[in-house]
């Protein structure tokens, strides 16, 4: 079956970065758009952002400038550097793969906390 499995995730001062990374397996994975959602305590699950398979990114406008999303398709992975995190950046972030069939697949999530 499909797994995406994400890491990196941890506790960082504000101002740190973070660099997570979801692996992905059983799918053609250059075929899947990619996306980094997060969601925070009581908080709906938002889009961070967001890679084509082609490589055209896209962000959130609480993030764009701050964040990096990309992918390398020969390792089946893509990345999230995180960059001069904030307070309000604390979610529980998840990895999704979308197919060209509209397949749609989750992570368990990594839990980033940004102390303050």
């Known amino acids: 079956q499909v797994q995406l499995m994400e890491s990196g995730g941890g506790l960082v001062q504000a101002g740190g970065s973070l660099r997570l990374s979801c692996a992905a397996s059983r799918i053609i994975f250059r075929l899947f758009d990619m996306g980094w959602y997060r969601q925070a305590p009581g908080e709906q699950r938002e889009l961070v952002a967001a890679?084509?398979?082609?490589?055209?990114?896209n962000y959130a406008d609480s993030v764009r400038g701050r964040f990096t999303i990309s992918r390398d398709n020969a390792k089946y992975t893509v990345y999230l550097q995180m960059n001069s995190l904030k307070p309000e950046d604390t979610a529980v972030y998840y990895c999704q793969a979308v197919g060209p069939g509209f397949q749609n697949y989750w992570g368990q999530g990594t839990q980033v906390t940004v102390s303050s």
């Open positions: 890679i084509t398979g082609g490589g055209s990114p």
